[in-house]
Nanobody, 124 residues
């Protein structure tokens, strides 16, 4: 059972990246998925999540209207489309899976699965 985030890289301010969160050994269809990030010297913070059953989306205020989360059941993946990136978005991004968030998800309470992170650097 494994969860892996990938797709990070170096991008200029105003640019875009799409992160992927892929699962092996279990189906993401039966889990809520959350994205988190940790910038150098800072605590990990919640970015976004999508609920398990009705794909309801939630975003931190800092990324609302710039980031979009989506679920791809066929590929057992969840994506985080990041647009209009800012230097303050620089961080290691992680995804997490939680089965109990059925019709909602929140910034806390993610305990089941965590993936390895992927580094996003926004710099000119």
């Amino acid at each position: 059972v494994q969860l892996q985030a990938f797709g990070g890289g170096l991008v200029q301010p105003g640019g875009s990246l799409r992160l992927s969160c892929a699962a092996s050994g279990f189906s993401l269809e039966h889990y809520a998925i959350g994205w988190f990030r940790q910038a150098p010297g800072k605590e990990r913070e919640w970015v976004s999540c999508i609920s398990r059953s009705d794909d309801k989306e939630y975003y931190a205020d800092s990324v609302k209207d710039r980031f979009a989360i989506s679920k791809d059941v066929a590929n057992n993946s969840v994506y985080l489309q990041m647009n209009n990136l800012k230097p303050e978005d620089t961080a290691v991004y992680y995804c997490a899976a939680e089965r109990r968030f059925i019709y909602y998800c929140s910034a806390s309470g993610w305990t089941e699965y965590w993936g390895q992170g992927t580094l996003v650097t926004v710099s000119s």
